[in-house]
């Protein structure tokens, strides 16, 4: 059965995502959040949802190898290049295949509550601030006025100790978001 | 305007930060980023999301959006 959360909240913003990218003509990221938003209403639907699960099961150790190899291998890829950009489509049969997880149950439902929001709230000002310079740099103003992330980031991505103390973390935060289990 | 754009972004950064350390040293105060994560991680399409926009931001950074520079 599907269910409508499903519909609703990530696919409504990854169909955003997809229109903003096509503001800054990037067409092909356009298409990749489509994709992703059709992946998200699949995932909604209990057989698809199973049929991931059957797959991680099977292929988990193989995946995990997989994983690593290929986000080092990024380590020693140049930046902007058809390497770098074969080793992230090569990465993309992972990110279909996620399970389902048993959610965790904390002891503390008050501590647990406010850091949600905390969090919630430093994400959306984050998003409000970055789509905020994305959208006057489009409008023509200088650019550097409004700067984003992307921008400001530029100058370290050039830089060899600046992408690997930048990979070394997005290695790990990926790791964490693919393959976390609950412990308890 | 450049300044007060780039302080809003480090203003935001040194709060996660210290937001972190109360969670550290509090945890009755504030649940750890990780409890919450792993919370919102135990539905099958916010893993799938959120691992995308993470993937989408290595692409965009480390990767390349076309045309692809050819070496």
Redesign the interface.
């Known amino acids: 059965m599907l269910k409508n959360?499903?519909l609703t909240l990530?696919p409504s913003?990854?169909i955003f995502g997809a229109f903003m990218q096509s503001l800054r003509s990037?067409?092909?990221?356009g298409v990749?959040?489509i994709f992703?938003a059709v992946?998200?209403i699949l995932?909604?639907l209990d057989s698809v949802?199973r049929f991931?699960a059957f797959l991680r099961v099977k292929l988990a150790k193989v995946f995990h190898i997989f994983y690593i190899l290929v986000f080092s291998s990024?380590l020693f890829i140049?930046?902007?290049?058809?390497p770098?950009?074969f080793?992230?489509i090569a990465?993309?049969p992972l990110?279909?295949l996620?399970?389902?997880?048993?959610?965790?149950e904390?002891k503390?439902k008050r501590?647990?509550t406010?850091?949600?929001y905390?969090?919630l709230a430093?994400a959306i000002?984050?998003g409000l601030?970055e789509t905020g310079?994305f959208l006057i740099s489009v409008t023509g103003v200088n650019e550097?006025?409004?700067?984003t992330?992307?921008l400001?980031?530029d100058p370290m991505?050039h830089h060899d100790i600046g992408?690997a103390l930048?990979?070394i973390p997005?290695i790990y935060?990926?790791y964490?978001?693919?393959f976390?289990k609950?412990k308890n | 305007?450049?300044h007060v754009?780039?302080g809003?972004?480090v203003l935001?950064m040194a709060?996660?930060v210290g937001?972190l350390i109360l969670?550290k040293f509090r945890?009755?105060?504030?649940?750890?980023?990780s409890?919450?994560?792993?919370?919102v991680?135990?539905?099958?399409?916010?893993?799938?999301?959120?691992?995308?926009f993470?993937?989408?931001?290595?692409?965009?950074?480390?990767?390349?959006?076309?045309p692809?520079?050819?070496?």
Request: hydrophobic share 55%.
């Open positions: 959360k499903g990530w913003f990854l990037a067409y092909v990221d990749i959040y992703a992946i998200c995932l909604e949802g991931f990024l140049d930046v902007h290049t058809r770098a950009l080793a992230f990465l993309t990110l279909i996620v399970a389902p997880q048993k959610s965790i904390t503390n501590a647990f406010r850091s949600k905390i969090h430093l000002t984050f601030t310079s550097r006025d409004f700067p992330v992307s400001l980031l991505l992408r930048l990979l997005f935060v990926g964490f978001l693919l976390s609950d | 305007m450049e754009c780039i809003i972004y935001i709060t996660a937001v969670a945890p009755q105060i504030i649940a750890p980023f409890v919450v994560m792993n919370h991680l135990g539905n099958k399409t916010n893993r799938f999301a959120l691992t995308f993470w993937w989408w931001i290595g692409w965009h950074f480390m990767g390349s959006p076309w692809v520079k050819m070496d």
